[in-house]
């Protein structure tokens, strides 16, 4: 057999800037690279040395998509260095923000990246002219979405609200039930969503994984819980650098995460789903059956299913935490800085984001360790392309390339996290 | 009564981190202080967000750099409602998506302003930086002017 390499300039519909290569041998894939060559950002650098109190406004700006993600850890971990705890309508509060942002991120995703996919279509673009009314459902469900990060966070990209022990400015309980009327709307628009993405055809791909989620005793995680795994962890976020690594591959700035003496593991809507599922909101948790998804579902094309039902959660979350919101004392609790290492994990829309921060007697950061769901994704994509490819080497190139970037876009990678774009390169010979 | 100053959008776009990719912003910064009721909007990260930023708008002035190997400089006037972008608008962005998606996409969905025009000046040097090259800087200027006097005429007409 001759050998062929297939370029690709481009693989849109992925946040951030990389490539893919393959390299295959007859019909054995040789080699698979997700390159990463966006150049390293330097956040963790850049922040020592500020204050604690500036981290949330910096960390926000590591993604557009996803803010409230970084500020939650953040927060988080700077609140157990410093021996707070926030709870009652001030924790609501955060748990409602969060959920807006699982609201935008998820919808952007299902309707704007993936969805072309499964349809045949090169964008939403190409979607919107035959699918008018589903793309314009998207477009409202992602406002719906974003009016909740605008109402808590002062604007919907790079919030800044968001401070160590609370809020600058807390909403009235007005303010608050001003967002039901398009919340309502969301949920019923949510539930669609996950009808419509659960008559999709997927690949027939089932791989054993190891899915690492937080858990938490009553709720569905967001903010807070123990870090678990189909495998058997259980553990708090502070033991995180016992258990996890990162390692530095040569074709890509960002780091690879792996479980110790395991290797390469796999976060995000469907691991928090399978560690989870009775967590879920009941309507939720409802139409997730009504839809078959499997109880512990080991296919990563039916990821945007889990997605659509996640949203669903999401709204459902949101307009309980609203009817319950009383409005708090005080828009923050008192701090005092003291030094110390402060630990965190959250759920990021796309799994979990741990952050670890050491501050000394004043405050000020000396070091900062933040590890992005995408990163720890990162093997875990190699892996499934590894076998994906391996299973369907004789469909043609096109056909072949265009499997590839679905397969990536199960996971909405986040490279612009992870440090950023993706061209695909196949290489057979 | 209808508001005319909010009929009226104006959109920059942009990196300001990188050099002449925020000419187009620079500019909407400018037009604001000359249009201190008017709708100026210069934090657009995504299609939607464009989309957005345009809503209930029956005219949108979008501003933008581009790379399209005219002499750096270079204004560039489309009118988009019946055109797509030219293709060249494309690709600057390191999300790959930006304006002509949103344009697409808002013209697929019926949600184009009755008038959008799209300004846009070629850059010279995109690398990390917030400098604009001589020639961007002199562009900058004369865009400013040129979408102040267009905006004068819409008004009045």
């Known amino acids: 057999m001759g050998r062929r390499t297939i370029r690709v300039d481009s693989l849109a519909r992925v946040e951030g800037e990389g490539s893919l290569h393959l390299r295959i041998k007859d019909t054995q894939v040789d080699e698979v690279r997700l390159e990463i060559f966006e150049p390293p950002r330097f956040f963790e650098a850049l922040l020592r040395g500020r204050d604690f109190n500036e981290v949330p406004d910096i960390v926000a700006r590591i993604c557009g998509i996803c803010p409230v993600a970084y500020q939650m850890s953040a927060v988080h971990a700077l609140e157990k260095l410093l021996g707070v705890r926030v709870t009652g309508s001030l924790r609501d509060l955060r748990r409602l923000m969060y959920c807006g942002e699982w609201i935008e991120s998820r919808v952007l995703h299902i309707y704007m990246l993936h969805a072309p996919d499964f349809l045949g279509y090169e964008s939403a673009i190409e979607m919107a002219k035959d699918h008018f009314g589903i793309v314009e459902r998207g477009l409202q469900l992602k406002k719906a979405g974003n009016a909740v990060i605008r109402s808590l966070g002062g604007r919907e990209i790079h919030p800044i609200n968001v401070r160590v022990a609370g809020f600058y400015k807390v909403p009235s309980r007005c303010d608050l039930h001003s967002l039901r009327d398009s919340l309502d709307w969301a949920r019923d628009a949510a539930a669609e969503t996950v009808r419509w993405t659960a008559g999709f055809e997927c690949p027939d791909f089932q791989q054993d994984y190891e899915f690492v989620a937080l858990h938490h005793g009553d709720e569905y995680p967001m903010n807070e819980g123990r870090i678990c795994s189909s495998a058997g962890m259980d553990v708090e976020a502070r033991s995180y650098d016992a258990h996890f690594e990162e390692s530095q591959v040569p074709h890509s700035t960002a780091l690879h995460s792996v479980i110790k003496q395991r290797g390469a593991y796999f976060v995000g809507p469907l691991a928090r789903f399978n560690l989870n599922r009775d967590r879920l909101a009941p309507a939720a948790l409802e139409l997730a059956n009504e839809v078959r998804l499997e109880t512990s579902c080991r296919n990563p094309f039916r990821s945007i299913v889990v997605r659509a039902v996640e949203v669903l959660h999401a709204c459902d979350e949101a307009l309980r935490l609203i009817d319950r919101y009383e409005l708090p004392e005080r828009a923050a609790l008192e701090l005092n800085p003291c030094a110390g290492i402060g630990f965190a994990c959250t759920e990021a829309p796309r799994g979990i984001l741990f952050h670890r921060y050491e501050l000394d007697e004043k405050g000020i950061v000396l070091n900062a360790k933040i590890v992005p769901p995408t990163s720890q994704n990162q093997a875990t994509i190699e892996n499934d392309l590894r076998s994906f490819v391996g299973s369907h080497v004789n469909l043609p190139d096109d056909e072949l390339r265009w499997k590839c970037e679905q397969s990536i876009r199960n996971y909405d990678p986040c490279i612009s996290c992870a440090t950023h774009f993706l061209s695909l390169d196949i290489e057979r010979s | ?157």
């Not at chain 2, 002449?20 to 939607?48: N, S």
């Not at chain 2, 581009?66 to 690709?91: C, D, K, Q, T, V």
């Not at chain 2, 961007?136 to 004068?152: D, Q, S």
């Open chain 2, 1 to 157: 009564m209808r508001n005319e100053e909010q009929d009226i959008v104006v959109i920059g776009l942009g990196n300001q981190l990188r050099n002449d990719d925020g000419a187009g912003l620079e500019v909407a910064r400018r037009l604001k202080l000359t249009l201190p009721h008017g709708r100026v909007i210069t934090e657009c990260d995504d299609p939607l967000a464009i989309i957005a930023a345009w809503e209930n708008a029956h005219t949108a002035v979008v501003l933008d750099a581009l790379r399209s190997n005219s002499p750096p400089g270079s204004i560039h006037r489309f009118e988009a409602n019946e055109h797509p972008l030219p293709r060249h608008f494309a690709r600057c962005s390191s999300h790959g998506q930006g304006l002509p998606d949103a344009v697409e996409l808002a013209r697929a969905l019926g949600l184009l302003p009755r008038r959008l025009i799209v300004y846009a000046i070629e850059g010279q040097d995109f690398g990390k930086g917030s400098d604009l090259s001589p020639a961007v800087a002199v562009a900058t200027n004369e865009t400013v002017a040129r979408v102040a006097n267009e905006l004068a005429e819409l008004r009045g007409a």
